[in-house]
């Protein structure tokens, strides 16, 4: 059977300003749920793990009730730093979400890239701060990390 991973990051209007280059990664609700649909008829020949980055506030607003609709799950990385801002899940809404069922990971703190990252940098963005903020709001130890762009390199994947 074959493996397909869908990585989202955010959904309908964003609520918070994004990042240069950040709006082709944001899609449609109905995208979402036509998608949901696709992997549901597909799932005898096709196993899809559905991921969202960065903790936006669409993940609770529109991904979870989708999900619940189509009795799937997903993970969802989170930005520590984001936690609570405006735009972004706060730590109720992330709770919820993994009382729900999905399981909640680290996209790092403040979403830099980390190859480029010094060391100081990579310790924040991996460390216990950032891991422990993130297991707070879920009330579930942080064990997936999703590296932000995609992009990693030998330093990284001795870091994680």
Not at 89 to 115: F, N, T
Not at 145 to 157: C, K, M, S, V, W
């Amino acid at each position: 059977m074959r493996q397909v991973i869908l990585n989202f990051h955010g959904l309908g209007q964003p609520g918070r300003p994004l990042e240069p280059g950040e709006a082709g990664y944001w899609v449609t609700p109905d995208m979402l749920t036509e998608t949901l649909i696709l992997g549901a008829r597909l799932k005898d020949k096709v196993y899809t793990t559905f991921t969202f980055d960065d903790g936006n506030l669409s993940d609770i607003e529109i991904a979870a009730p989708a999900f619940a609709q189509h009795g799937l799950h997903a993970t969802f990385f989170v930005l520590s730093e984001r936690i609570g801002m405006s735009g972004s899940l706060s730590s109720a809404d992330i709770r919820i979400l993994a009382q729900e069922g999905h399981q909640i990971g680290s996209h790092g703190a403040a979403h830099v890239d980390w190859r480029a990252a010094d060391a100081a940098t990579l310790a924040h963005e991996l460390g216990q701060t950032t891991r422990a903020a993130i297991a707070d709001a879920s009330g579930h130890p942080v064990t997936a990390a999703a590296i932000p762009f995609g992009r990693y390199n030998a330093a990284t994947l001795k870091a994680l």
